[in-house]
């Protein structure tokens, strides 16, 4: 058994050179935290790309007023499966690829805790999304219901249904086994000496969004259970004929929803937290608030679910609790704008690549959270809810919020786990042009949505014409600049022969285990523990000399 | 020293263009903003909106600020050194305190105009509105008066995949419909919200009042318009293929105008009273979205039917073929394939081709998911069937309205 | 490298790779297209919901197994053996919340949705304008009475009977477990057979329950709300009763067989919490199911 185990330490992972079937194989059958993390990252790439297409062929058909593309049936089939794409698909897989990646190395150990479970984890997503996107090719197209699917709608899917609906459950497993890994990794594989509260902030937002996930992924599987068992088993769950209620299927799945969006943002926060210190050569501040901020983050979460349904004809009293509830959130999401910017304050910045992206963040994040804010306000959410003011707020939460963070961090990281360098260079320009797209495509659709357009038409009112033409534009704009992107982090996976090679800290200013290992790392990291040096965690910096980097130029 | 007046020349600056931003925002005359409505809530509402948008400008300003003058003076060629400070209880604490100091003075307002929204007691006069996909039905409770609602013929003509037909060209593209819902300016109107099959949401800006159709239930909204005139809003719920497509236009009018608006309905007709009509001089100028050509009084979608007699063929294809569209469409589509598997299509279809009796049936009652078509005059029903049955290569015969009449008894 | 016998405390055992995951997965994905074909009327046949089925039945077989073959052959240091602990623990958790949101549902019916359709609180119009004459009581189908006039189950005849099963069998299994770390294995292995034969009895009594009141009661699954509920709620706990019977069952035949220890066990308290889980669920059932 132990002979076994430790076979891939006398010579390495099986390479492509080895045959192409045992390559195949290793990927397939990997229970390494590093292949797994890499595994999870493409995936979400391929989807990020699936549904960015999708939502081209969104802002195709909204370039102008009329029907032009696509009939208003395939065009609410894009609309579903763009999100379920981009939040199952893409945001979710790429954080659970970082902590794949990321948490073993910074806590110091040499594995997730379960690494079977882990293959299984990811290899359910492939299976999951080639149901979900074959449906497009059933007769009768692909679930149109919206991606809250709420009933008596979705009950209208044509043959797509039990695929839409086993897809997610297969989608709540996989989540559900990573989270549990996360969870119990972090929890039980600390290298002595590292102590919760001396865990990088990553770490410790990937525990609390590895608790919500697992308290609210089965729900939605309870949730897409009753649909199912509605439209087949002759269950009356949501209908009113039967004593139920439509609306109790949105009290459940945004029971889950909620949560789910900072799910989508925790990570991110944990990313951000991890690049604004480095690269303004000053610790974090106000570590403790941050993780206090984080905990109530999450824990307010599960109190707010139905400022989604503000306009359901719920009692007075619940419409006021959930108001009041949502607002809190504001609190801790406060505090922790307030230690980035802390952070940078007098400290030493520079502005490579991951840290303009960590930079905007902050700043689009914050203004997708004002819009958050004022969606709270009930009455006023009267007139924003279903109409593009809310598509312009979740697109700044996630878009320059949670898939800039993504960016962010491969960039950071990608030097560890490549060993060379991505073109600064290109990096900048990137950085650029996705920034102006990114605010050209969502930021007019506040403006349509004050002015009355609602979500999920393919065909609009002449008055809100320009208000898309510019989202549009921005739209293929920002699609096309994340080939810049691509081509910069290909250029480091696959063609960096004869390329320097970057030395373990790769950037002056970080710290943390993960830069104590070579670059890129042996395929097992952290075998053995390490002992935590007390100055790498909490990592006040008084072994860096600020000036060595610009010495070194100079 | 020196440091913090550049700093604050940078915080200032900052917060000139964020408010330069939002003004423009805010009061830019091509509606960039909500609008202010024509209700006393829909003015409260407005008001709670700039006030947390505000709020939010200032918020903005001083954070941003802050992080910009940082990251153009403490730059590293400016602030080689970094400092070393990372931890400060007092700024927690007073960054905990503020915000949630601020948000208490704003949901305080928040909650008193949402209890007034929410209080429909009162009312002086009720409307039952029924969304089916994808209409609405009007049922004035009391009065014995109801119709359904369905998008005007023009804008459903131009909406088709590749009509040809410039959307610019429709006056008021999408947002017009066949029947109006005509309310009285001045009173408590109550509004009981339904649905027939899946859920919709009625939603009219400038009343400021959203509220979600559910099958089942009956969700309760009021109003108390305070200036006649147009006022245009739109499904806000997705409710399927052709949610985009079952706008909402209410017509206010004085209660005079009203009552005699509704008097005439009575009796069958429809008395038109926008432009032209007592109250319409006062439309153009309070329609927020439309500064609209003429308004005209809008016909319903075939001309009404009080002919007795036979129609040729050729009148019941023609007008078979404006209804179809229209109606049928929706769901069939203009080629008569349908959607399958849910939308049958027609081309085809044994019921199409068979005896026209079970065909008229199916139509006056539905089926499943193909919602009954009672309300149809026997001429528009007569005509529809009509083309279908001699469309599409179909020769099954006309369809006449008597036929249609026998059927309903 | 250190020494390649026996366990190695310093380093926390990671497992060779394997295929287990992927062709589970595979075979999962078959049973849903066959399931698929049924719902939809695709006639694929039953085909690949009986190869997909027995495949993942065999993975998951030799996956446990050799997860008992590691255990039993010592590579398992303390940490690892924490590491099941809290992967039990959290996957418990989450059972928890699947089953909140069925109950969850139950109460949404029994507090919000059967009282607005009759005409309480907010929504008085519902009642006069949709469903006049509703009355709000517990049980219901509905105003439209869908599915017909049904009869519930009485709660202290076998409900109660089987409710005293539960509670005796998580007893059972916690005295198999004192006596196992008192290493007296055969003490331990005939409490494990009287926690088996217990789970099996409620088994047979609740499909007694199912075949009554489809055939006698008219409660079905399409009995309104109530029978929603009621089937979806006791249905799955019945399935979790079903595995945890056959988890009983394969924890003693390894009893049995001479595996675990008095201080190295934990293979049995996992499913010894799962089972206590599913009893706990139970009350909650019995309480607001069948009784209130
Ligand atoms: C990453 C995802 C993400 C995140 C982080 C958030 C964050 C927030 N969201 Fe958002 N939201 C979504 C994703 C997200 N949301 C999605 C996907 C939907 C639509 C789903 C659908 O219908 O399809 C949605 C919809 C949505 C609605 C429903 C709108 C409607 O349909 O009518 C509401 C209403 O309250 C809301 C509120 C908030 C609030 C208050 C926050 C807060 O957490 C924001 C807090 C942050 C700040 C406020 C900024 C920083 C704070 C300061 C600088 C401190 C000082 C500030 C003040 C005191 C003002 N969101
Ligand atoms: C994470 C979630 C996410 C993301 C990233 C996006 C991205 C985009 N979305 Fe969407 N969107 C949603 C979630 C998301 N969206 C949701 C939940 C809805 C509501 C659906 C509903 O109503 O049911 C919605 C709806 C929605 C609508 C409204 C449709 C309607 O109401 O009918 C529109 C319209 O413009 C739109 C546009 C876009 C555009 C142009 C982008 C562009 O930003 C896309 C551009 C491409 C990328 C962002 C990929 C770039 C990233 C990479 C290449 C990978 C990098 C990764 C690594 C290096 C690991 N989206
Ligand atoms: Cu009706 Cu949307
Ligand atoms: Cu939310």
């Keep these: 058994m132990t002979q076994d185990a430790h076979r891939h330490d006398h010579h390495g992972p099986v390479q492509l050179k080895d045959g192409v079937v045992p390559y195949l194989m290793r990927w397939i059958t990997t229970t390494n935290h590093k292949d797994l993390g890499t595994l999870y990252l493409l995936f979400s790439v391929f989807m990020f790309m699936v549904g960015g297409l999708m939502s081209l062929v969104i802002r195709a058909e909204l370039w102008g007023p009329g029907l032009q593309y696509v009939n208003p049936e395939f065009f609410n089939q894009m609309t579903t499966l763009h999100a379920l794409v981009m939040i199952f698909g893409g945001v979710m897989p790429a954080f659970v690829g970082l902590a794949n990646w990321m948490v073993p190395m910074m806590i110091g150990c040499s594995d997730l805790a379960l ?302 786990w490549t060993g060379v360098r991505y073109n600064e260079t290109l990096g900048q320009l990137h950085f650029w042009l996705s920034a102006v797209f990114i605010n050209l495509t969502f930021f007019p659709q506040h403006f349509a949505g004050l002015a009355g357009m609602q979500r999920r038409v393919p065909d609009y009112a002449i008055a809100f014409t320009d208000f898309n033409v510019w989202s549009s534009v921005g739209a293929f704009g920002f699609f096309v600049a994340q080939f810049l992107m691509l081509y910069n982090f290909a250029r480091c996976v696959w063609f960096r022969q004869g390329r320097p090679r970057v030395p373990a800290r790769v950037w002056e200013g970080a710290h943390g285990l993960e830069w104590t290992v070579p670059s890129p790392p042996p395929y097992h990291t952290f075998e053995i523990p390490p002992r935590v040096p007390e100055t790498e965690v909490t990592a006040t910096h008084d072994d860096v000399d600020p000036l060595t980097h610009v010495k070194q130029h100079a | 020293m020196v440091k913090w007046k550049q700093g604050s020349r940078w915080v200032c600056g900052i917060g000139l263009i964020f408010s330069g931003a939002a003004l423009g925002a805010a009061y830019d005359p091509g509606h960039w903003n909500m609008p202010v409505g024509v209700t006393d809530i829909s003015r409260e509402v407005f008001a709670r909106h700039m006030l947390i948008f505000w709020v939010c400008v200032a918020i903005g300003v001083v954070v941003f600020g802050f992080m910009f003058y940082s990251v153009f003076a403490h730059r590293r060629s400016r602030h080689p050194r970094p400092a070393h400070f990372h931890e400060s209880t007092t700024v927690e604490i007073i960054w905990t305190i503020i915000p949630f100091v601020i948000l208490v003075i704003m949901a305080i307002p928040a909650a008193g105009t949402l209890i007034k929204m929410e209080d429909a007691r009162n009312s002086e006069l009720s409307v039952k509105i029924t969304g089916y996909q994808w209409k609405w039905h009007y049922d004035y409770v009391d009065q014995g008066v109801n119709f359904f609602s369905t998008l005007h013929a023009d804008s459903n003509r131009a909406r088709q995949l590749n009509s040809g037909i410039d959307p610019r060209s429709v006056p008021n593209y999408l947002l017009e419909v066949d029947h109006r819902l005509v309310l009285p300016v001045g009173k408590k109107i109550r509004f009981l919200l339904t649905a027939n099959d899946v859920i919709h949401a009625w939603w009219v800006p400038d009343l400021a009042v959203k509220k979600d159709a559910v099958p089942g239930f009956i969700n309760e909204l009021w109003t108390r318009i305070e200036r006649p005139g147009l006022y245009r809003g739109v499904c806000a719920e997705l409710c399927g293929r052709d949610h985009g497509f079952m706008p909402i236009v209410v017509e206010a009018v004085e209660p005079d105008v009203f009552e005699k608006w509704l008097a005439a309905k009575k009796t069958g007709q429809d008395l038109p009273v926008g432009r032209g009509s007592a109250a319409g001089t006062q439309v153009a100028a309070a329609d927020p979205v439309s500064a609209a050509p003429k308004e005209k009084p809008v016909p319903s979608v075939a001309v009404p039917a009080v002919k007795p007699a036979d129609l040729s063929k050729d009148e019941l294809m023609k007008q078979g073929e404006n209804v179809y569209n229209t109606l049928c469409g929706a769901c069939h589509q203009a080629t008569g394939q349908g959607l399958p598997p849910t939308f049958p299509a027609l081309v085809g279809s044994k019921i199409v081709n068979g005896p026209a009796e079970a065909h008229i049936r199916h139509t006056l009652k539905g089926k499943n998911l193909m919602p009954p078509f009672a309300h149809l005059s026997d001429a528009d029903i007569a005509a529809a069937l009509t083309y279908e049955r001699n469309a599409w290569g179909h020769d099954a015969g006309i369809v006449q309205p008597a036929a249609v009449a026998a059927a309903r008894k | 490298m250190t020494s390649h016998t026996g366990p190695d405390r310093g380093r926390y055992y990671v497992p060779d790779p394997s295929a287990y995951p992927f062709v589970l997965t595979a075979s999962l994905v078959a049973v849903i297209v066959g399931v698929w074909g049924y719902l939809e009327e695709k006639h694929i046949g039953l085909l690949p919901v009986l190869v997909g089925a027995a495949l993942a039945l065999f993975i998951i077989f030799r996956w446990f197994r050799k997860v008992t073959l590691e255990s039993e052959s010592g590579v398992y240091s303390p940490q690892v053996d924490r590491t099941y602990r809290w992967g039990m623990s959290l996957f418990i958790f989450s059972e928890v919340m699947f089953f909140g949101a069925f109950f969850g549902a139950l109460f949404y019916a029994r507090q919000l949705s059967l009282p607005w359709l009759s005409g309480e609180g907010a929504k008085s119009a519902t009642s006069l304008f949709l469903w006049s004459g509703f009355e709000n009581e517990w049980p219901s189908n509905g105003p439209a009475n869908i599915g017909g006039d049904f009869e519930t189950i009485p709660e202290w005849g076998v409900p109660f009977l089987n409710t005293v099963l539960l509670v005796t069998s998580s007893f059972t299994v916690t005295w198999a477990h004192h006596a196992l770390k008192e290493n007296r294995r055969n003490l331990c292995i005939a409490w494990m057979w009287g926690t088996v034969v217990l789970g099996a009895t409620f088994l047979y009594f609740q499909v007694g329950e199912y075949i009554e009141a489809y055939q006698h009661l008219n409660l079905t699954l399409g009995s309104g709300i109530y029978g929603s509920t009621f089937f979806m709620l006791t249905g799955f706990h019945g399935l979790h009763v079903t595995l945890g019977t056959l988890m009983l069952f394969v924890i003693t035949l390894r009893l049995m067989a001479g595996h675990f220890k008095p201080d190295y066990h934990f293979g049995f308290e996992g499913v010894a919490w799962y089972w206590h889980f599913v009893d706990v669920v139970w009350i909650g059932l019995f309480t607001f199911v069948y009784v209130l």
Excluded at chain 1, 274 to 293: E, H, Q
Excluded at chain 1, 344 to 362: D, H, I, K, N
């Design chain 1, 115 to 416: 690494p079977r479970v882990n293959n299984w984890g990811f290899w359910i997503l492939p299976f999951a999304f080639t149901l979900l996107l074959s449906t497009l090719f059933l007769p009768g197209g692909g679930p149109a219901g919206g991606w809250t699917m709420y009933p008596p709608l979705v009950l209208q899917t044509g043959n797509a249904f039990p695929f839409l609906i086993f897809a997610v459950h297969l989608m709540g497993i996989s989540s559900i086994t990573g989270a549990i890994n996360v969870a119990v990794t972090i929890l039980n594989m600390r290298a002595p000496g590292m102590t919760l509260l001396k865990m990088p902030l990553f770490a410790w937002t990937w525990l609390v969004t590895a608790y919500l996930l697992i308290a609210t992924m089965p729900v939605l599987a309870g949730a897409v259970t009753m649909l199912l068992t509605d439209k087949y088993f002759g269950t009356r769950f949501f209908s009113a004929a039967g004593g139920g209620d439509p609306v109790l299927f949105q009290h459940v799945f945004w029971f889950f929803g909620h949560p789910e969006v900072y799910i989508l943002i925790l990570p991110a926060f944990g990313v951000v937290s991890t690049i604004l210190p480095t690269f303004a050569r000053k610790p974090l501040f106000g570590y403790d608030s941050m993780v206090y901020a984080v905990a109530s983050i999450a824990f307010l979460s599960f109190i707010v679910w139905a400022h989604h349904m503000f306009t359901v004809g719920m009692p007075l009293a619940g419409e006021l609790f959930f108001m009041f509830a949502t607002m809190l959130i504001a609190v801790p999401t406060g505090v922790k704008v307030f230690n980035w910017v802390a952070t940078l304050w007098r400290g030493s910045l520079t502005f490579e690549t991951p840290m303009l992206f960590a930079l905007a963040f902050v700043f689009l994040f914050t203004i997708g959270g004002f819009s958050g804010l004022m969606l709270a306000i009930a009455p006023a959410d009267f007139q924003y809810h279903d109409t593009y003011f809310v598509v312009a707020h979740f697109h700044y939460v996630l878009v320059p919020g949670a898939v800039f963070a993504i960016i962010a961090a491969v960039y950071y990281w990608i030097p560890k």
